[in-house]
């Protein structure tokens, strides 16, 4: 079974500055794709970027970019110029790409922001 | 198009009632999740529907689970003869087929049992 480990259950970053969140994953698979979610405070999980696996290239969205290292079954997530609003748990997911499988996620990131 | 809506929110209950979640997905989106979250942990996923299909069924945490999507729209997730060990936050997500495709959930029905 695939599972999704994040061995960071708390983080914190000063405002401005870069923080990255790490995620490692299990599987036999060669295809499939990852997922980094957002779960602010008493609020609804958001995307915050993706990657399929078949690309090298490391998937970028503004100020959120992730080190995806396929051998290693490594995805991190960096976040520059870190925001107050950047405050929430994040959430590492897998899929993979045959099959009807479900989203697996990790047990999550709880970051801080600080002022 | 508001997102996926879930009702009740909150919904706190006594041991050995049954409660109901209610998940109205996007309109355009065939499939739709069930997870439940605990204090400190990531989603655990339950069942999906694929129109009204339920495409997976095993991960149900025990028969006291059921969940129903009549006619390929919103959703329902019952809980039979809750225990304690029920209260969580239940989360309802939707998508518009599988792979790389986004889900998008809701804000979640938190149970509590007492």
């Known amino acids: 079974a695939q599972t999704v480990t994040q061995s960071q259950p708390e983080m914190s970053v000063q405002e401005a500055e870069t923080v990255t969140l790490s995620c490692t994953y299990d599987?036999?698979?060669?295809?499939?794709?990852l997922f980094w979610y957002k779960q602010p405070p008493s609020r609804q999980m958001i995307l915050v970027i993706r990657q399929e696996a078949y690309k090298q290239q490391n998937a970028t969205e503004n100020r959120f970019s992730v080190n995806f290292q396929k051998a290693a079954k490594s995805f991190s997530l960096k976040i520059s110029d870190s925001q107050l609003g950047d405050a929430a748990m994040y959430f590492c997911?897998?899929?993979?790409?045959?099959?009807?499988?479900?989203?697996?996620f990790g047990k999550g990131t709880r970051l801080s922001v600080i002022a | 198009d508001t997102g996926v809506s879930q009702d009740p929110r909150h919904k706190i209950t006594k041991r050995g009632q049954n409660v109901t979640f209610r998940c109205d997905p996007i309109?355009?989106?065939?499939?739709l999740y069930w997870y439940r979250q605990t204090l400190g942990q990531g989603p655990e996923f339950l069942t999906y529907?694929?129109?009204?299909?339920?495409?997976?069924k095993s991960r149900l945490l025990s028969d006291r689970f059921s969940a129903e999507r009549p006619k390929g729209s919103f959703s329902t997730l019952e809980i039979q003869r809750t225990e304690q060990g029920d209260s969580a936050m239940y989360l309802c997500?939707?998508?518009f087929g599988s792979g790389a495709n986004v889900l998008t959930f809701g804000a979640g029905s938190r149970l509590t049992v007492l």
């Open positions: 997500a939707s998508s």
């Open positions: 599987t036999s698979e060669s295809d499939y794709y």
């Open positions: 309109s355009e989106h065939n499939r």
């Open positions: 997911a897998y899929r993979r790409a045959s099959g009807n499988t479900p989203l697996v």
């Open positions: 529907f694929q129109n009204e299909a339920q495409l997976e």
